[in-house]
């Protein structure tokens, strides 16, 4: 059983920057993945980016080099730092925590409730 704790997001500005961070605990098997998926109105869900317990990191192409996730000083915790904002980043950012090398692709993941992130002038 995972559970997860999400925090940060809001409004910004475009160009302006947020942040995200999510914190999980485990009561079985260690988690190996952390990360976020968005979904703005009437658009399908998308990978945003993950991390891996062995650093491997993936973003969607529409983040690279204005976004960036990390894992925090705590044990499962992960940041995600967001800059340079566009509007078409304005979505509900999902926390994903999986026990596998990625998220989003098993019915054993645990999602978060999810965080708006709204860029807006």
């Known amino acids: 059983q995972v559970q997860l704790v999400e925090s940060g997001g809001g409004l910004a500005q475009p160009g302006g920057s947020l942040s995200l961070s999510c914190a999980a605990s485990?009561?079985?098997?260690?988690?190996?993945?952390m990360g976020w998926y968005r979904q703005a109105p009437g658009v399908e869900r998308e990978l945003v980016a993950y991390?891996?317990?062995?650093?491997?990191?993936k973003y969607t192409d529409s983040v690279k080099g204005r976004f960036t996730i990390s894992w925090g000083d705590a044990k499962y915790t992960v940041s995600l730092q967001m800059n340079t904002l566009k509007r078409e980043d304005t979505a509900v950012y999902y926390c994903?925590?999986?026990?596998?090398?990625?998220?989003?692709?098993?019915?054993?993941?645990?999602w978060g409730q999810g965080t708006q992130v709204t860029v807006s002038p």
């Open positions: 994903v925590a999986s026990y596998y090398y990625r998220i989003g692709t098993s019915d054993e993941d645990t």
């Open positions: 991390i891996t317990s062995g650093g491997t990191i």
């Open positions: 485990t009561s079985r098997f260690a988690i190996n993945a």
